[in-house]
């Protein structure tokens, strides 16, 4: 079986490439000393300052948590802003709101409560009756669990168990299968405001450059529905093509890559033979408790309690960005059953994906001077001028293919800090209310299917061996489009 490997080592390496690095410094000092009459000096700087973010995270010069940490350095050294405003966006609580949730997946993983459900899932009397099955089991599972879960995490936890069919499906399905692995946790991310980066990275620059707070129970209302549906369409799709091209001929018998191992059959029941244990069976109250002070708080104030000066006090003292943390710091004082172990200990924090939160504080830093210094807004009025974008329509089309093209190219947290400060000052120039704008551009950049480094889980099942680069980018070109038509539709009428 393929050993999945840990999400870190996909998120970040200690790769260094010093001619791409060169040749990001010469095209830095180009737009340094280019003269922009239109920019002001701070403004300039800044354009510097985004030019060389972009281009180390697009070439992968270096680990992307050493360009997120160089964003405020640079800022401070160019005289952008002083060191309190370069380095606000690593103590924004947005950020610990996702500090949080890393901490109670990390409990679910120590103690088997994803393995346990994963297994339960796979392993369902109607997936051991019908392999093919397993196309739509991976698809729910993948999207269900990444609206809570990091989305590498998630496609970590189900590949290895996906590969188990290998061999007893046909070599087309079964690559279908292992794409369902990456499309399903990257169509599910959206379902939640933390099952992504880039959603609370846009939540953030929307409230920070716009003044809109968009709630909890707001978002899962709008895009939980839009992640089941483009799971849906995703999987079809994947059927549809794995049943075309057998019926064309391209193989109707399984075929079992020649330097892989005879694979497990599937688990034999729903349910894993190990008793359940203690630290389970904490964490699904603990979990279902944070769940309720994430959604219930939004669902009130949409009812006639909004005025009711409890529900005020109860969103002063507890908001959002405080729940997942408080869930986490519960579980380092209950114990696991194990002797006198907690189900969260020190430890955990080792194994916090530490590189992704530092890519999540440099990209709100560079979008927080992108406002401040007029440089969104700039980009935005040059893009209007270039494009002939009509209506709120046009701009959110505008905004959502911009986030594929550049989610493709780039990480989906960097793609957000990149995309959408400029595309609030895009529909700011154009004089139309930037939320729907913001919130398409936010969700369109966890739609890169095409290539392996457009996101971790693309990598992590092109890193199989069994997924061609060809037939990712194929299956994907498609995928790509229909989001662009499925998000531009969708947040133009419910956004």
Known sequence: MFPAPRPAELV?????????????????????????????????????????????????????????????????????????AAFAGFGDPILFLFFGTFLLTTAAADHGLNVRLTRAVLGAPAVRRDPTRLLWAVALLGCGASAWMNNTATTALILPLALTAEGLLPRRLMIGVLLMASYGPSLGGIATPVGSAPN???????????????????????????????????????????????????????????????????????????????????????????????????????????????????????????VPLLGALVLFLLPSGAGKARILDVTALGRIDWSTLMLFGGGLSLGGLMFETGLARAIGEWIFAAMPVQGTTGIVLAATLMAVFVSEITSNTASASLVVPVVLALAQAAGIDPVKPALAATVACSFGFMLPVSTPPNALVYATGRVPIRDMIRYGCLLDLLGVVLITAWVTWLG
């Open 12 to 84: 970040d390496t200690t790769t260094v490439r010093p001619w791409r690095i060169v040749l990001v410094a010469a095209v830095a000092i180009a737009v340094a000393l280019l003269p922009i009459p239109s920019l002001p000096p701070r403004a300039h700087g800044t354009l510097v300052v985004l030019v060389v973010a972009a281009g180390l995270w697009i070439s992968e010069a270096v680990p992307v948590a050493w360009t997120a940490l160089l964003i405020p350095v640079l800022a401070v050294a160019l005289g952008i802003a002083d060191a309190k």
């Open 200 to 322: 609370l990275i846009g939540l953030r620059l929307l409230e920070t450059g716009a003044g809109v707070h968009v709630s909890f129970a707001r978002w899962c209302a709008v895009f939980a529905p839009l992640a089941l549906l483009g799971t849906a369409l995703a999987a079809l799709y994947l059927r549809w093509l794995g049943r075309a091209r057998e019926a064309a001929g391209s193989g109707t018998a399984a075929l079992a890559q020649p330097a892989a191992p005879a694979p497990p059959p599937l688990p034999a029941d729903g349910v894993p033979t190990r008793p359940w244990s203690r630290a389970e069976r904490t964490l699904v109250p603990v979990y279902a408790v944070v769940v309720l002070l994430w959604i219930l708080p939004g669902i009130l104030l949409a009812t006639p309690l909004r005025e009711q000066g409890w529900l005020v006090a109860w969103n002063r003292g507890l908001p959002e960005t405080c």
